[in-house]
C-alpha cells in the first residue's frame, strides 16, 4: 500500500483527505494496526510549542525624508542589526534590552508588534549623500511595515537532551533552573506530536515543505543550524539525543501571538516559544510505522549540566512518558521531572493545522531538496587556535 | 489535629512582639514560618502555619487579635497571569512541594494552595513571568 504526493493532494483538494494529528495517529494504529491506519489516514499533523533561541525577523522600515543609512538601531531599547542595507533590519530574539537587560529582548519587541503595539525605533547613521540624516527617533508599528517576516535559522529540534544537575549548587539554564544533586530534570520537547521525531529520516520534511510557524503559513527554507542527522539512533531510526533541524521563513504580519511567546530564563537570558507544526503525508506504512510511536516508545539522553564543558556526562536515556509521569529514576534515585515545551500549544498547533490542511485544503508538496541524510555530513565543534595552527 | 494558614498583619508598634514563644508555649502550636516582613517600627506581615488542636489555633487568635495583630485567613498570594502562562510547566520542575503541577490527561496547569510553602523558585523559572507573589 502505498500512496503518492498526487493522490493525497487530490484527496485534499477534493476535501476528501483524512486529517489527523500524530496523536490521533497513534491511537488509530493502536486500535486498528499500522496497516489500515496508513490506508485510512492521508495527513498526520504534528506540533511543537518550545523556547527557540535561534529565531528572529528581517523587517524593513520605509525611508524617512531626508533619508538615513541606519547603523546602529534598536527597537524599545533592544539592538537590531545595522548590517544590511539602509532601512533593513535583523532582530534576533535573544538580544537583551540596553535598559532592562534579558527581562526585555528581542522577543518582547517581536510579541509587542505581533500584539499591535507601537514600538520606538531609534536609528543613527553617518550621514552620506544619498542618506544625509544623521539620527532618527520614531515609533513603527507591525501594520505599517514594508515586510517584516520571520527567518528561524533553527527551529523545531528533533529531540533534545534531559538536564540535570549533579553539583552542589544550582545552575540557570536554557533548560531552566536546575536544583543540586540532581533535585529535578527539564526536558524539551513534545515527544510524539514533534515534527521531526514524525519524519525521523526526513523523507518529507526539507526544503519548501508547508509549514505552521508561529501562526503563520510558512516554509522550511534550509536545514536548521547546528542539524546533525548523525546523531545515535534507536530501532526505528529516531534519534536519542538532540539531532535534524530546520530553518523556517514565514510572514510575521500573519502570525499570532497565541503562538509566539517571548520567554526569560534567569540567570541565562532571552528566547522565545516559537509554534512550529508541520503536515505530514502517510506514504506509505514505513512511515506509518514512525508516525505511530508513542511518547512510550521515544527516548531522550540525560546530561548532567551541572558540568561546565562541551562533552557533559550522560545518565542514560529515558523515554518521554516516564519523563511526563513526572518522575524519572537516576541512578537509583527517584528525580522530580518537568517540561519546557508546552504540551497543550503543541497539541493546538496540530488540531489547527488539521484544519489548514482538511478544511483550507492547503496541499502538500515533496522537497524541493531534502535536509541533508543520515551520514551526509558531520557536526563539527569550534576550536581555539592561532592562525598558524590553521 | 488542625492546620491552618494565618496571615498576620502587625501595627507599627507591636512588630518586636515574640510571637512565637506564645503560640508555642501558651496555646501549644507548632508554627511554621513561610514568609515574614518585619522591619522595626514599620507595618509588619508574617505568613504562618499553625498545627495543634482546633481550640488551641481559635484561641490563640484571639489573643494575637488582643495583642493588636489582625488575623486574615492566608488568601491568594500566588497569582498566576492565565493570559502569559503558556502551559510550558517548568514551574513544576522547581516546585520542592508539589503545589505546582500538570493535570494528566490534558497537561494543563494546577496549583495546590495549601501544599505552596512561598519559596518563589516558580516566580524566579517562569519563564513568561506569569507567577507573582503578593507577599
Redesign the interface.
Known amino acids: 500500500m502505498a500512496k503518492s504526493w498526487e493522490e493525497i493532494n487530490a484527496r485534499i483538494a477534493r476535501g476528501e483527505a483524512v486529517v489527523v494529528t500524530a496523536e490521533e495517529f497513534a491511537e488509530i494504529a493502536k486500535a486498528d494496526g499500522v496497516k489500515a491506519a496508513a490506508r485510512k489516514v492521508d495527513v498526520v499533523t504534528t506540533g511543537t ?3 527557540m533561541c535561534s529565531s528572529g525577523v528581517f523587517l524593513n522600515f520605509g525611508h524617512s525624508d531626508p533619508p538615513i543609512k541606519m547603523g546602529t538601531i534598536t527597537l524599545n531599547d533592544v539592538p537590531a542589526s545595522g548590517g544590511l542595507a539602509a532601512v533593513d533590519t535583523y532582530l534576533g530574539v535573544t538580544e537583551p534590552s540596553l535598559t532592562k537587560g534579558i ?1 526585555y529582548g528581542g522577543a518582547h519587541v517581536i510579541e509587542d508588534l505581533l500584539s499591535g503595539k507601537a514600538v520606538r525605533l531609534k536609528a543613527t547613521g553617518p550621514g552620506t549623500d544619498c542618506y544625509p540624516r544623521t539620527e532618527i527617533d520614531t515609533w513603527v508599528t507591525l501594520e505599517e511595515l514594508n515586510q517584516a517576516y520571520f527567518f528561524n535559522p533553527r527551529n523545531a529540534y528533533q529531540n533534545y537532551a534531559v538536564a540535570v544537575n549533579s553539583s552542589d549548587r544550582a545552575v540557570y539554564t536554557y533548560l ?2 536546575l ?1 543540586p544533586r540532581l ?4 526536558f524539551c520537547s513534545a515527544g510524539a506530536l514533534s515534527p521531526l521525531l514524525n519524519d525521523p529520516t526526513y523523507r518529507t520534511i526539507g526544503v519548501g515543505t508547508r509549514c505552521f510557524v508561529a501562526g503563520a503559513p510558512g516554509y522550511v527554507a534550509w536545514e536548521g543550524t547546528q542539524h546533525n542527522p548523525n546523531q545515535t539512533r534507536d530501532e526505528h531510526d529516531v534519534p536519542v539525543a538532540p539531532s535534524g533541524t530546520i530553518a523556517v521563513i514565514a510572514d510575521l504580519k500573519a502570525a499570532s501571538p497565541e503562538f509566539f ?6 540567570g541565562y537570558g532571552v ?1 522565545s ?1 516559537v509554534g512550529i507544526g508541520v503536515p505530514i503525508p502517510v506514504l506509505d506504512e514505513e512511515i506509518a510505522e514512525t508516525l505511530a510511536l508513542t511518547d512510550a516508545d521515544i527516548q531522550a539522553t540525560i546530561i548532567d549540566y551541572g558540568v561546565a564543558t562541551r562533552s557533559r556526562p550522560s545518565f542514560g536515556r529515558v523515554t518521554y512518558a516516564q519523563l ?1 509521569s ?1 518522575e524519572i529514576t537516576i541512578e537509583g534515585r527517584k528525580v ?10 503543541a497539541r493546538r498547533i496540530a488540531t489547527v493545522l488539521k484544519e489548514w490542511v482538511g478544511e483550507r485544503r492547503w496541499t502538500l508538496a515533496p522537497p524541493l531538496q531534502p535536509l541533508p541524510q543520515p551520514g551526509s555530513q558531520a557536526f563539527k565543534p569550534l576550536e581555539i587556535r592561532n592562525e598558524e595552527a590553521v | 489535629m488542625a492546620r491552618r494558614r494565618l496571615d498576620l498583619t502587625f501595627p507599627p508598634r507591636q512588630a518586636t512582639k515574640a510571637i512565637a514563644y506564645h503560640l508555642v508555649k501558651d496555646y501549644d502550636l507548632v508554627p511554621n514560618f513561610l514568609r515574614a516582613q518585619i522591619q522595626p517600627g514599620q507595618q509588619g506581615r508574617m505568613l504562618v502555619e499553625v498545627s495543634g488542636k482546633k481550640e488551641s489555633i481559635d484561641a490563640a487568635i484571639t489573643f494575637l487579635g488582643h495583642e493588636g495583630i489582625t488575623v486574615a485567613e492566608a488568601a491568594s498570594d500566588l497569582n498566576l497571569d492565565e493570559d502569559r502562562c503558556v502551559a510550558c510547566g517548568l514551574c513544576t520542575a522547581v516546585c520542592k512541594p508539589g503545589a505546582l503541577s500538570l493535570a494528566t490527561g490534558d497537561y494543563a496547569l494546577v496549583f495546590d494552595k495549601d501544599k505552596c510553602v512561598y519559596c518563589e523558585a516558580c516566580v524566579v523559572a517562569c519563564p513568561r513571568r506569569a507567577v507573582t507573589l503578593t507577599f
Open positions: 510549542f518550545g523556547p527581562e531552566g533552573p536544583l533535585g529535578n530534570a527539564t511567546s517571548a520567554a526569560t530564563f534567569t528566547s516559544f511526563r513526572g522530580p521531572t518537568g517540561p519546557i515545551s508546552s504540551l497543550p500549544k
